[in-house]
């Protein structure tokens, strides 16, 4: 019974090594579905005066879009509630709900600048913590002007 259990182990033990080297090994670009991303590509722009695209090297895919102040504020109420921290705008209306504090401390800065109250949170700390940071990088919207 000793044996089979230990040839059991080493045989599953085996086939997960295999299947791992097998994963490292395979080229990715040798699928016909896989396409390269995208990285930093030139944005095409229409030459109003001679009506033609050409490639607009200083103007990338990744570049933010600007925002001002008045955009932001005419997005102020609970149910479209754009904000601003540390200069830049974000759409925050879909996780109000999901606060941990409460949807009602964020909805007083709905269409104003809630950077104070981000990085002291609401006078009560020290700020938010790098996960909160990251949950609230995937409501950016862009750069406030």
Known sequence: MKKLVTFSLITVFGIVILIFAFGL???????????EPAVNAPVEKIDNKAGTTKS?????ATQPKTISLAEVAKHSAASDCWMIVSGKAYNVTSYLDQHPAGAEIMIS???NDATVAYDTK?????GHSKSAQSLLDAFYLGNVK
């Open 122 to 126: 609401g006078g009560k700390g020290d």
């Open 109 to 111: 800065y709905c269409g």
């Open 56 to 60: 607009d090297e200083t103007k990338t």
């Open 25 to 35: 090994f395979i080229n990715p670009s040798s699928n016909k579905n896989y396409t």
